[in-house]
């Protein structure tokens, strides 16, 4: 299985399957509701490798990740479209399409053990727009 990540603003920021290790998708729904709430939310959590350049590659663009999380609240590009996409034997399983989406949490975490970098991005959709966020899946990449 593998997954991709694409986040579109001033700047577009795309990771593939080889630095993405994880996807999780949650809705947000109050707990203490006794009917259908309309207070929802939706958060997508990546998890991935930090992956150095070797024998001229480029880098990856986790640093690109860090930079949007620092941009404040105050500036528009603070929003972005992110598209993940879950990906197994060449089928598009989900693809998930969030048109305003902001950073909540962004960690990096390196060790003299492991050799590599890991990173965490936890993003969520504005709460006005939730219902522009899509779901799609079930056919082939083309």
């Known amino acids: 299985m593998g997954f991709t990540l694409k986040v579109e603003g001033n700047t577009t ?8 290790t994880g996807v999780k ?21 990546v998890t991935g490798k930090i992956l ?3 024998d001229g590659d ?3 663009a986790t640093r690109q990740l860090g930079l949007w ?11 972005r479209k992110v598209t993940v996409e879950v990906i197994a034997a060449s089928q598009v399983v989900r693809k998930y ?18 050799g590599i970098g890991t990173f965490k991005l936890i993003m969520k959709q504005k709460k006005d727009k939730m ?12």
């Not at 899946?137 to 083309?142: D, E, K, P, R, V």
């Open 52 to 54: 150095t350049a070797v």
């Open 58 to 60: 480029p880098f990856d």
């Open 25 to 45: 998708v949650s809705t947000d729904i109050p707990q203490d509701s006794n009917a259908r709430s309309t207070d929802l939310g939706s958060t997508i959590t």
């Open 13 to 20: 920021i795309e990771l593939g399957t080889t630095s993405i």
């Open 69 to 79: 999380a620092l941009v404040p609240a105050e500036n528009s590009d603070c929003y």
């Open 97 to 114: 399409s969030y048109p305003n989406a902001f950073v909540v949490d962004y960690k990096e975490d390196y060790g003299d053990v492991e």
């Open 131 to 142: 219902a522009q966020v899509s779901v799609e899946g079930g056919y082939s990449i083309n």
